[in-house]
């Protein structure tokens, strides 16, 4: 509202109706301002600054500090009591396990060749004593070379016979893809290099011509596609492991799709599933839009715990008792709200990332003794509770004195409205804090969409999701994907459908040793 000073009104409840105007308006502007800073501050940050979230042992010592001051010398002492029981905080403790100094062995499983550099005939005499030179020993270093790829063409030559009254061929083993001059080394070669090393088809293209060999891109493309529908079934019977496990960590994904009905690109998403610790396997889902009909699809029949954002499409699937999901929150979701809000509410905002610290500090000592299960959870009960309850405390004092709409503000609903889903991780020692694991695993397509821009439609959507979803799982048992690939295409094709389970990677690991 515009005011006049020349025209005030005289009645004092006029004037004090105005005053509460003017302050309603500053507050929205305040609330306005914060939030073009707060996106200001992240185009930035995406352009060129750091996007880790992890603060330094002074600035946390710095905001407990502050914290002590805020919530008085009483309230603290609780604070430090539970403190003592925690771990010690990230760079302490043993350093015996650092990393070894100096030029590590080169790899003893690459082949060598040796070659043996002597002294000439009249260097094996010495002049000073007159006598011959005698050998003592030998300095060995060892160095890299490079042997550049290479491409064989394999003949499949089969035989014919004949008889008076019929002629017989002796058969070839099946193909990955009948009637193409690809092998089954050659489209994992392929699939490997855009989904796990992020190189397109087009670079890919220019790569084999440096050998000699045309490849077309549409040709490349084809065999993706084709890949991804012989190994589908695999792909069926991955999804259904993965929906076996007692905790499934799940996020999603922006990726650009073109459509030809538009003059630019739409917006697809991919959601990653994550495995739990006894069903080692990472399974994608590629969607046209990020509607809930896609992991209401996708998790149909699933009942355990959903660990995941606090992303509204969920909801409905946690009020439904029938269908048997429970919540698990994300405090590293959590946390990115508290930093964000840092810039503008360095006090209060200060103290709530000096408290979930301390809520990492006691998952930090769980990893250093290898806890899981009921000795997590006993770990929890004593470490993090009693800061789940002091940060409660004090979320529930602040979010009086922010402004609901501003980015402290939003910070502190955020914790407080799913309170109950990010506790929930200390009643199960089999919870995560966080779903950092589902965050991991979309990095491929995060930084592979920066290499290959976009997909070619929607179906070019999921042929990624099915072909990076054994890449993923490769990784997570510590397959070499390329080796999977090359041997898992060139014995699909005549694989009895009744064990497939075999090929799946974990197993297909543990039959490789």
């Not at 089954?184 to 790569?207: C, E, F, T, W």
């Not at 004593?382 to 402004?403: D, T, W």
Request: aromatic share 8%; charged share 25%; net charge neutral.
């Amino acid at each position: 509202m515009t005011v006049d000073p020349r025209q005030l009104p005289e009645s004092p409840d006029a004037l004090r109706q105005m005053i509460l105007d003017l302050i309603a308006q500053l507050h929205s502007e305040q609330a306005r301002r914060e939030k073009t800073e707060h996106l200001l501050r992240q185009l930035l940050a995406a352009r060129s600054g750091r996007s880790s979230e992890q603060l330094s042992e002074e600035q946390l010592a710095l905001f407990a500090e502050e914290l002590k001051q805020q919530i008085g010398e009483s309230a603290q002492a609780a604070v430090e009591n539970d403190r003592d029981d925690d771990p010690p905080a990230a760079g302490s403790g043993d350093t015996s396990k650092g990393n070894v100094r100096g030029r590590r062995p080169l790899p003893r499983h690459l082949k060598r060749e040796r070659i043996v550099h002597d002294l000439a005939a009249h260097e094996k005499h010495c002049r000073q004593c007159n006598e011959d030179l005698r050998r003592i020993g030998e300095d060995v270093s060892e160095r890299y070379e490079y042997i550049p790829a290479q491409l064989k063409v394999i003949e499949d030559v089969c035989i014919k016979y004949a008889c008076s009254c019929t002629v017989t061929t002796a058969s070839k083993p099946p193909q990955p893809i009948e009637k193409s001059s690809a092998g089954a080394s050659l489209l994992a070669q392929v699939i490997v290099g855009k989904y796990a090393d992020h190189l397109p088809l087009n670079r890919q293209q220019k790569m084999f011509g440096r050998l000699g060999i045309t490849l077309p891109r549409q040709t490349l493309c084809d065999w993706m596609a084709r890949s991804a529908d012989l190994l589908n079934p695999l792909y069926e019977r991955m999804k259904r492991f993965v929906l076996e496990s007692k905790v499934v960590q799940t996020d999603d994904t922006p990726v650009k799709v073109l459509d030809p009905a538009l003059p630019q690109t739409r917006t697809g998403r991919i959601w990653p599933y994550n495995g739990d610790k006894d069903h080692p396997a990472v399974v994608y889902d590629y969607t046209p839009t990020r509607e809930r009909a896609g992991p209401e699809q996708f998790l149909r029949g699933y009942s355990g715990y959903l660990q995941a954002d606090a992303y509204s499409a969920y909801d409905r699937f946690f009020v439904d008792p029938q269908r048997g999901m429970t919540e698990v929150g994300c405090w590293a979701h959590a946390r990115r709200h508290f930093h964000d809000a840092l810039e503008t509410d360095r006090a209060r905002m200060g103290g709530v990332l000096s408290l979930i610290a301390q809520l990492y500090a006691v998952e930090k000592v769980a990893r250093e003794r290898e806890l899981r299960g009921e000795g997590r959870r006993i770990l929890r009960e004593q470490g993090s509770m009693p800061v789940l309850e002091q940060l409660q405390a004090y979320l529930l004092r602040i979010r009086e004195e922010v402004l609901p709409k501003s980015v402290a503000g939003q910070a502190v609903s955020y914790a407080l409205n799913h309170w109950n889903a990010l506790v929930r991780y200390c009643e199960d020692g089999d919870l995560e804090i966080d779903n950092n694991a589902a965050e991991r695993s979309l990095r491929g397509f995060a930084v592979g969409r920066n290499n290959w821009m976009f997909f070619g439609s929607d179906n070019g959507g999921r042929t990624a999701a099915v072909l990076r979803t054994f890449v993923s799982s490769c990784e997570r048992v510590k397959v070499d994907p390329l080796a999977w690939f090359s041997d898992v295409l060139a014995r699909i094709a005549s694989f009895p459908i009744n064990q497939l389970d075999s090929l799946m990677p974990h197993n297909w690991a543990a039959a490789a040793q």
